[in-house]
């Protein structure tokens, strides 16, 4: 880095350095920025990070997605040939369990324990941290509910049957 390097400059090289899609896309919005920052205009602005008014940000988008994946993949490993209503009740029960037993220790850390590891309760570790990061988690309970659990079932049995139609 020079020494008179600024944040701006650093910025123009890095998008030099790109290429395809990606680089035009961020070169436009670097020269968007330059032309109205003067102005005013914020640089997360100019990249489209900024959720507008009444939609959802992005960081909690993915981590919908994320809780979503998390719980498809415990009903596929300990809830298979279950319907799906009663998977969905078996995770809460489970979540719930967990959220008010030893959860309680696990919270603080970032990942689940070491001899937790392997088993449902580590399942549900990331399933209550990717919850939590999302606008539905509330401040009594941290599982999720009923109707999220089963709407992300309900997602992968709709992705499942349209692939077999299409098939």
């Excluded at 919850?131 to 941290?142: F, M, P, V």
Aim: with cysteine; charged share 30%.
């Amino acid at each position: 880095m020079e020494k008179f390097d600024t944040s701006i400059t650093r910025l123009r090289r890095i998008a030099l350095q790109l290429s395809g899609d990606d680089g035009r896309w961020f070169r436009e919005c670097l020269e968007l920025y330059e032309a109205g920052a003067r102005d005013g205009l914020r640089l997360d602005v100019c990249l489209g990070l900024i959720p507008e008014r009444g939609r959802t940000p992005w960081w909690e988008s993915e981590s919908c997605v994320e809780r979503d994946q998390i719980v498809r993949g415990i009903a596929a490993k300990y809830c298979a040939g279950m319907r799906m209503t009663d998977a969905a009740r078996w995770m809460v029960a489970q979540a719930r369990i967990y959220e008010t037993g030893e959860y309680r220790f696990h919270r603080k850390l970032i990942a689940p324990p070491a001899a937790i590891e392997g088993t449902v309760r580590a399942d549900l570790f990331r399933l209550l941290k990717a919850h939590n990061r999302t606008r539905s988690a509330s401040r009594e309970a941290l599982s999720p509910s009923f109707a999220t659990i089963l709407r992300a079932l309900k997602k992968n049995h709709e992705a499942t049957v349209f692939a077999k139609r299409r098939a």
